[in-house]
């Protein structure tokens, strides 16, 4: 028998429109999410947050909170003092604050009590001894020399991480140019926002061990930082994800209240829960950075990129998290779109005393996205040129390498482009509509999956495993969470065509690190592409244990079977078969049913420090055009229709993919016209609520057309690449673009809120540049950046499962 | 947002019994009927209420009624989705109560509730903590407004949908106190005060909304927002006009919401159109006007600046509906 992952044609459920497979549970409430779960003897507990935006800890007394009758246990930062953080060059934070609060809402002390109203109120009963100290909340004043340091003592520059990268001769591509042109722009932070406030239920067990269900992203990572701060052997330590509501990359990063949570469990030896507030999850955060850009191109008069020096200043609030990353992923991805012989990328993140900024969908890629698209749109004005041409002009090529040693394989750009065009009717439209209606247009690319696990190490990226009971019963083995996004559906539906069943037929056990083989866990766009080709591994595997024993009854050999519609037949004679059960037994009686599958994303990185950034097995291309409505006296802006086209190379599940395109078009829109985590100068958040966070409900979702480009990728499963995050970023720029096609006021900063238009109006109306964005971008020394070659002989080579 | 305080529910069948018990459980007791408003303040201990007099089975408060002598009467208790499509009332004010919130709060909500909405201001409506990490307010326990520091005034903002369209109708209120009852016009239930908002005696419950006869008065309603799917006003414009059958205005009342602590006339733009047809100039010079007597603070979503900047666009595209 074969199994061929790459072939096109004749695939029975991997291309169908069908519901996920827990579509009914997450319905009808049977689907038990972290904060539904309980158990006996539970406690509940809660968080005693920072009221300041920085101050020093001079003491904790927690002595009246422990007397309240009902309170089992209050822990301090005393109790829990090993810093902890996601990236092992960020281990800069604590659950509970030690000696110092860094923004307001980190957790200072926890309780466990009887029931949520005596926890509130013991948490009233602790009374924390601070010293303020000056809250530092923008880019500008966390560089000022004399400003208080955030992380140590004394004063200085609160730089977190400053990177400087130029690949190949930048200088010589602008001395060439025709026209070089100089922006800046300005994203606003927002945050996730997700519908399920995340909870943490951990408990000890009576042999000791410790299970912590959590609603995370990432139940590995969770694992490792929980062995690591409670000093447990990971041996000794369980994580579960249950069904998660929404994470966006809200729940990656180890969260405060998940190691509490645990210690609380350990401290008190009984279940705990911890479910955060609405309030508490802005606190909480881990969203997108806001981010300061400037951005200096060289074209020839004909349009073609000659070189790019790119700089990006982010405002990364308290703590690490990701954010040597989010980094590295403002400056990576610019080049896997268009040619760019020539690249200088400075990239800069400062602590503010702020909730720490972390990954959320597209990570660290929107703000350079919306920053590039909108600088091309400016280019192409003075160059006389038609956007989409200059695009078009500087298209990367398929299977090519970038300057900055990105491979590419499989690009569906173009086609992406020319199917948004034309759908939306784009170039009838653009300049030609009434006052007040426009079109914009923009493209982007992202990873599906980063290259590298955040931590270094050989082991596959994911494994999942297969085992299949005497009666035929097929259960699959996956760490990957199902965060909504349907990854539990899409890996049934792989293995389920392989086997030749239906997803429905196939037990899914997910997320639980005492039962599941690793995955990296459900961020950075990877589980359709990396845990999907560990399935095809592992399917294949037991295809071929089936094949044996069920050629061994039909008298023919292995190599002649196919799986299909429950049957395992001869090829070409379909009366020669055995049921897939018949199949199972026969093979079982020749030996144990279980296989293991592996996936290791190819070796990639360049040679140069911060090449794991930005690497990626493919690329997923997008391409949007939004039309608007606009109020040009009151300066409201109503996002009428997208087209977007997104290259999935192939949609394992159309109907899941076009989920991912839609939600990423709804979140764009939010955050093109509305949504700002902004504080004020008491370092408080403007706004904690869902009623005060403006984000779209689908009132304000724009009527949304959804165009695959299927173009397989040859080392996708099935050829499949990313659909979750990757449309997102087109739309942010070309709701800007269509702004500006519809009133002429040039837009360089999101959120494009009606205040900032009526303002950008009202000064055009006096003769002044109607202009939404910043003047210029805080000044940073970066000093001579790390030369590195491009990349010699250009094609990429793929490897070929 | 913390879970409700304990509290003690008392469920009146009557009015009067309603009044009875209110005064009888003294300063610190309130009424309460889709609680829409209410409970969320209370999870946020922005008010603490040890008892709440629950009017929703209070017979007879609930329902639309035609009034003998002409016009209608609207219940307290009647709720807001009720009031958006009935076709008894005015469409201005139907259409103002189809704006309030969501669907889901319109159902909970009442027309006494909605007169009656405390004021809001964003240093006022967040959690407790937040409360405590700013410092209090005038409004809740502080010695400080925190909008105008310099002021001993509470800004908070009245931000109900109903109260400007009322006052533009010409409608009025019946309330039912210790003291018996007494009908005044909407316009004098409120106080520009953002604490002491509601100018009710002690113990008194508003009952119904008496919105007389239309009799060819032309209304409009406009509200103002970031998501038109649930937003409170940022500004809501309510106007009426009285035409002459040659076109020009007897009669304009024109009533701002969202942009002082009670609903705001706009005298001066009234006068300009009094006697004067609905030209464009005519709009025009009244909508400049109307944006006088605004006084928007910093303490609502979008910046106050702009809500003044839009005023004038507003009251002129309310005026041009009508014209």
């Given at each position: 028998?074969?199994?061929?992952?790459?072939?096109?044609?004749?695939?029975?459920?991997?291309?169908?429109?069908?519901?996920?497979?827990?579509?009914?549970?997450?319905?009808?409430?049977?689907?038990?999410?972290a904060d539904?779960?309980?158990?006996?003897?539970?406690?509940v507990g809660r968080q005693l947050r920072s009221i300041h935006a920085h101050a020093r800890i001079r003491s904790v007394d927690t002595?009246?909170a422990?007397?309240?009758?009902?309170?089992?246990?209050v822990i301090t930062g005393r109790d829990v003092p090993i810093a902890y953080g996601v990236l092992p060059v960020s281990q800069d934070e604590n659950a509970l604050a030690v000696d110092r609060v860094r923004y307001v809402g980190e957790p200072v002390a926890a309780v466990a009590?009887?029931?949520e109203?005596?926890a509130e109120?013991a948490l009233r009963l602790v009374s924390v001894d601070y010293e303020p100290l000056p809250a530092v909340l923008s880019i500008e004043d966390a560089l000022d020399p004399s400003g208080v340091l955030i992380h140590g003592e004394g004063q200085g520059a609160n730089v977190h991480k400053a990177?400087?990268?130029?690949?190949?001769?930048?200088?010589?591509?602008?001395?060439?140019?025709?026209?070089?042109?100089?922006?800046?722009?300005s994203f606003a932070g927002n945050t996730h926002a997700p519908l399920e406030q995340p909870a943490t239920?951990?408990?000890?067990?009576?042999?000791?061990?410790?299970?912590?269900?959590s609603a995370t992203q990432a139940?590995?990572y969770l694992?490792?930082a929980l062995?690591r701060v409670l000093?447990?052997?990971?041996?000794?330590?369980?994580?579960?994800?249950?069904?998660?509501?929404g994470g966006f990359g809200a729940k990656t990063d180890i969260l405060p209240h998940e190691v509490a949570a645990a210690k609380l469990?350990?401290?008190?030896?009984?279940?705990v829960k911890i479910t955060l507030t609405r309030e508490e999850v802005f606190h909480s955060h881990r969203g997108r950075h806001p981010v300061q850009m400037?951005?200096?191109?060289?074209?020839?008069?004909?349009?073609?990129?000659?070189?790019?020096?790119?700089?990006s200043l982010l405002d990364g609030g308290a703590y690490g998290s990701f954010g040597v990353a989010s980094t590295y992923y403002t400056?990576?991805?610019?080049?896997?779109?268009?040619?760019?012989?020539?690249?200088?990328?400075?990239g800069l993140r400062v602590f503010t005393t702020k909730p720490p900024c972390g990954p959320k969908r597209g990570h660290g890629?929107p703000q350079?996205?919306?920053?590039?698209?909108?600088?091309?749109?400016?280019?192409?004005?003075?160059?006389?040129?038609?956007?989409?041409?200059?695009?078009?002009?500087?298209?990367?090529?398929?299977?090519?390498?970038?300057?900055?040693?990105?491979?590419?394989?499989?690009?569906?750009?173009?086609?992406?482009?020319?199917?948004?065009?034309?759908?939306?009717?784009?170039?009838?439209?653009?300049?030609?509509?009434?006052?007040?209606?426009?079109?914009?247009?923009?493209?982007?690319?992202?990873?599906?999956?980063?290259?590298?696990?955040i931590?270094?190490?050989?082991?596959?990226?994911?494994?999942?495993?297969?085992?299949?009971?005497?009666?035929?019963?097929?259960?699959?083995?996956?760490?990957?969470?199902?965060?909504?996004?349907?990854?539990?559906?899409?890996?049934?539906?792989?293995?389920?065509?392989?086997?030749?069943?239906?997803?429905?037929?196939?037990?899914?056990?997910?997320?639980?690190?005492?039962?599941?083989?690793?995955?990296?866990?459900?961020y950075?766009?990877?589980?359709?592409?990396?845990?999907?080709?560990?399935?095809?591994?592992?399917?294949?595997?037991?295809?071929?244990?089936?094949?044996?024993?069920?050629?061994?009854?039909?008298?023919?050999?292995?190599?002649?079977?196919?799986?299909?519609?429950?049957?395992?037949?001869?090829?070409?004679?379909?009366?020669?078969?055995?049921?897939?059960?018949?199949?199972?037994?026969?093979?079982?009686?020749?030996?144990?049913?279980?296989?293991?599958?592996?996936?290791?994303?190819?070796?990639?990185?360049?040679?140069?420090?911060?090449?794991?950034?930005?690497?990626?097995?493919?690329?997923?291309?997008?391409?949007?055009?939004?039309?608007?409505?606009?109020?040009?006296?009151?300066?409201?802006?109503?996002?009428?229709?997208?087209?977007?086209?997104?290259?999935?190379?192939?949609?394992?599940?159309?109907?899941?993919?076009?989920?991912?395109?839609?939600?990423?078009?709804?979140m764009?829109?939010g955050e093109?016209?509305m949504e700002e985590q902004s504080f004020r100068r008491q370092g408080v958040h403007r706004g904690p609520s869902l009623l005060d966070y403006k984000l779209?409900?689908?009132?304000?979702?724009?009527?949304?057309?959804?165009?695959?480009?299927?173009?397989?990728?040859?080392?996708?499963?099935?050829?499949?690449?990313?659909?979750?995050?990757?449309?997102?970023?087109?739309?942010?720029?070309?709701?800007?673009?269509?702004?500006?096609?519809?009133?002429?006021?040039?837009?360089?900063e999101v959120p494009?809120t009606?205040?900032?238009?009526?303002?950008?109006?009202?000064?055009?109306?006096?003769?002044?540049?109607?202009?939404?964005?910043p003047?210029?971008v805080p000044?940073f020394?970066?000093?001579?950046?790390?030369?590195?070659?491009?990349?010699?002989?250009?094609?990429?080579?793929?490897?070929?499962? | 947002m913390m879970?409700?305080?304990?509290?003690?529910?008392?469920?009146?069948?009557?009015?009067?019994?309603?009044?009875?018990?209110?005064?009888?459980?003294?300063?610190?007791?309130?009424?309460?009927?889709?609680?829409?408003?209410?409970?969320?303040?209370?999870k946020r201990r922005q008010?603490?209420?040890?008892?709440?007099?629950?009017?929703?089975?209070?017979?007879?408060?609930?329902?639309?009624?035609?009034?003998?002598?002409?016009?209608?009467?609207?219940?307290?208790?009647?709720?807001?989705?009720?009031?958006?499509?009935?076709?008894?009332?005015?469409?201005?004010?139907?259409?103002?109560?189809?704006?309030?919130?969501?669907?889901?709060?319109?159902?909970?909500?009442?027309?006494?509730?909605?007169?009656?909405?405390?004021?809001?201001c964003s240093w006022y409506n967040e959690p407790e903590d937040w409360r405590t990490a700013v410092g209090f307010c005038?409004?809740a326990?502080g010695?400080?407004?925190r909008v105008?520091p310099?002021?001993?005034?509470?800004?908070?903002?009245?931000?109900?949908?109903?109260?400007?369209?009322?006052?533009?109708?010409?409608?009025?209120?019946?309330?039912?106190?210790?003291?018996?009852?007494?009908?005044?016009?909407?316009?004098?239930?409120?106080?520009?005060?953002?604490?002491?908002?509601?100018?009710?005696?002690?113990?008194?419950?508003?009952?119904?909304?008496?919105?007389?006869?239309?009799?060819?008065?032309?209304?409009?309603?406009?509200?103002?927002?970031?998501?038109?799917?649930?937003?409170?006003?940022?500004?809501?414009?309510?106007?009426?006009?009285?035409?002459?059958?040659?076109?020009?205005?007897?009669?304009?009342?024109?009533?701002?919401?969202?942009?002082?602590?009670?609903?705001?006339?706009?005298?001066?733009?009234?006068?300009?159109?009094?006697?004067?047809?609905?030209?464009?100039?005519?709009?025009?010079?009244?909508?400049?006007?109307?944006?006088?007597?605004?006084?928007?603070?910093d303490n609502?979503d979008?910046?106050?600046?702009?809500?003044?900047?839009?005023?004038?666009?507003?009251?002129?595209?309310?005026?041009?509906?009508?014209?």
């Amino acid at each position: 028998m074969t199994v061929d992952p790459s072939r096109t044609d004749d695939l029975a459920v991997v291309g169908t429109r069908r519901p996920k497979i827990d579509a009914m549970a997450r319905l009808t409430g049977e689907a038990r999410y972290a904060d539904d779960l309980s158990m006996p003897g539970m406690l509940v507990g809660r968080q005693l947050r920072s009221i300041h935006a920085h101050a020093r800890i001079r003491s904790v007394d927690t002595s009246r909170a422990e007397a309240l009758p009902g309170v089992v246990a209050v822990i301090t930062g005393r109790d829990v003092p090993i810093a902890y953080g996601v990236l092992p060059v960020s281990q800069d934070e604590n659950a509970l604050a030690v000696d110092r609060v860094r923004y307001v809402g980190e957790p200072v002390a926890a309780v466990a009590a009887v029931d949520e109203e005596t926890a509130e109120q013991a948490l009233r009963l602790v009374s924390v001894d601070y010293e303020p100290l000056p809250a530092v909340l923008s880019i500008e004043d966390a560089l000022d020399p004399s400003g208080v340091l955030i992380h140590g003592e004394g004063q200085g520059a609160n730089v977190h991480k400053a990177v400087a990268l130029e690949f190949g001769d930048v200088d010589a591509g602008f001395a060439a140019a025709d026209l070089v042109r100089e922006d800046v722009f300005s994203f606003a932070g927002n945050t996730h926002a997700p519908l399920e406030q995340p909870a943490t239920l951990a408990a000890l067990g009576g042999d000791g061990r410790l299970t912590v269900w959590s609603a995370t992203q990432a139940p590995h990572y969770l694992h490792r930082a929980l062995a690591r701060v409670l000093e447990l052997p990971s041996s000794r330590i369980r994580v579960v994800a249950p069904p998660v509501g929404g994470g966006f990359g809200a729940k990656t990063d180890i969260l405060p209240h998940e190691v509490a949570a645990a210690k609380l469990a350990m401290v008190t030896g009984r279940p705990v829960k911890i479910t955060l507030t609405r309030e508490e999850v802005f606190h909480s955060h881990r969203g997108r950075h806001p981010v300061q850009m400037w951005v200096r191109t060289g074209f020839t008069s004909d349009g073609r990129i000659t070189a790019m020096h790119f700089r990006s200043l982010l405002d990364g609030g308290a703590y690490g998290s990701f954010g040597v990353a989010s980094t590295y992923y403002t400056g990576a991805l610019q080049t896997t779109t268009y040619r760019i012989p020539a690249y200088r990328f400075e990239g800069l993140r400062v602590f503010t005393t702020k909730p720490p900024c972390g990954p959320k969908r597209g990570h660290g890629t929107p703000q350079p996205r919306f920053a590039v698209e909108r600088h091309l749109d400016r280019a192409a004005e003075e160059l006389g040129l038609d956007p989409v041409e200059l695009r078009l002009r500087n298209a990367v090529e398929p299977f090519s390498r970038t300057v900055n040693h990105l491979r590419i394989t499989s690009c569906g750009m173009r086609a992406c482009i020319e199917e948004v065009v034309s759908a939306s009717g784009y170039h009838g439209k653009k300049g030609h509509l009434p006052r007040g209606r426009g079109v914009g247009f923009a493209v982007s690319a992202y990873l599906s999956g980063a290259g590298l696990p955040i931590y270094w190490n050989d082991m596959p990226q994911s494994e999942v495993h297969i085992k299949v009971d005497r009666g035929g019963g097929v259960t699959v083995f996956s760490g990957a969470t199902d965060i909504g996004q349907g990854s539990t559906s899409t890996l049934a539906t792989i293995v389920a065509e392989i086997l030749g069943l239906q997803p429905e037929d196939l037990a899914m056990v997910t997320a639980d690190t005492d039962l599941t083989p690793v995955d990296l866990g459900s961020y950075s766009s990877r589980v359709t592409f990396m845990a999907g080709n560990a399935a095809i591994d592992a399917a294949s595997k037991l295809a071929r244990l089936v094949a044996e024993g069920a050629a061994q009854r039909l008298g023919v050999p292995p190599e002649e079977l196919v799986f299909r519609g429950g049957q395992v037949a001869v090829r070409g004679d379909p009366r020669k078969s055995l049921s897939w059960a018949q199949a199972v037994r026969a093979a079982s009686a020749r030996g144990a049913l279980m296989t293991s599958g592996v996936y290791w994303a190819p070796e990639m990185a360049g040679p140069y420090r911060g090449s794991g950034v930005g690497i990626s097995p493919a690329y997923s291309y997008s391409a949007a055009v939004v039309e608007v409505a606009t109020d040009p006296e009151t300066g409201e802006v109503s996002v009428e229709e997208v087209w977007i086209a997104h290259d999935i190379g192939r949609a394992i599940n159309p109907v899941l993919v076009q989920g991912q395109v839609e939600g990423s078009v709804y979140m764009a829109v939010g955050e093109a016209l509305m949504e700002e985590q902004s504080f004020r100068r008491q370092g408080v958040h403007r706004g904690p609520s869902l009623l005060d966070y403006k984000l779209p409900t689908t009132l304000e979702t724009p009527k949304i057309h959804t165009i695959l480009i299927e173009e397989p990728d040859p080392e996708g499963p099935f050829g499949a690449k990313e659909a979750g995050q990757g449309p997102l970023l087109p739309v942010i720029p070309a709701v800007a673009a269509a702004v500006e096609d519809a009133l002429g006021v040039v837009v360089h900063e999101v959120p494009i809120t009606p205040d900032r238009l009526l303002r950008a109006l009202r000064a055009g109306h006096r003769g002044k540049a109607p202009v939404i964005g910043p003047a210029s971008v805080p000044s940073f020394e970066f000093g001579e950046p790390e030369r590195v070659q491009p990349p010699v002989g250009s094609p990429a080579e793929v490897a070929v499962p | 947002m913390m879970r409700l305080p304990p509290f003690a529910r008392l469920a009146p069948r009557t009015l009067a019994e309603a009044v009875e018990m209110l005064a009888d459980q003294g300063p610190g007791a309130a009424v309460v009927a889709g609680g829409t408003d209410l409970y969320p303040n209370m999870k946020r201990r922005q008010v603490e209420h040890h008892a709440l007099v629950d009017l929703r089975a209070v017979e007879g408060m609930r329902g639309i009624r035609e009034e003998p002598g002409g016009g209608i009467s609207i219940g307290a208790t009647t709720r807001l989705s009720h009031l958006a499509g009935s076709s008894a009332v005015p469409r201005a004010l139907a259409h103002a109560a189809s704006v309030i919130a969501s669907p889901q709060i319109r159902n909970m909500g009442t027309v006494g509730g909605n007169l009656c909405l405390d004021t809001r201001c964003s240093w006022y409506n967040e959690p407790e903590d937040w409360r405590t990490a700013v410092g209090f307010c005038l409004k809740a326990a502080g010695d400080v407004c925190r909008v105008a520091p310099a002021k001993s005034h509470c800004w908070a903002v009245a931000s109900s949908d109903l109260p400007p369209v009322a006052i533009a109708l010409g409608a009025s209120v019946r309330a039912v106190g210790p003291g018996g009852e007494r009908t005044f016009p909407v316009a004098d239930l409120y106080r520009d005060d953002g604490i002491d908002h509601l100018a009710l005696l002690p113990g008194e419950i508003v009952a119904e909304l008496l919105v007389p006869p239309v009799d060819g008065l032309r209304v409009t309603y406009r509200k103002i927002r970031r998501r038109g799917s649930i937003d409170f006003p940022e500004l809501g414009v309510a106007a009426s006009v009285r035409l002459a059958p040659e076109g020009i205005c007897e009669a304009a009342t024109i009533v701002l919401g969202s942009v002082a602590s009670a609903p705001v006339r706009c005298r001066e733009a009234e006068d300009l159109l009094a006697g004067r047809p609905l030209t464009p100039e005519v709009i025009e010079e009244a909508a400049a006007a109307a944006a006088h007597p605004a006084k928007p603070q910093d303490n609502t979503d979008l910046s106050h600046v702009y809500r003044k900047w839009v005023i004038p666009i507003h009251v002129s595209r309310a005026l041009q509906s009508l014209s």
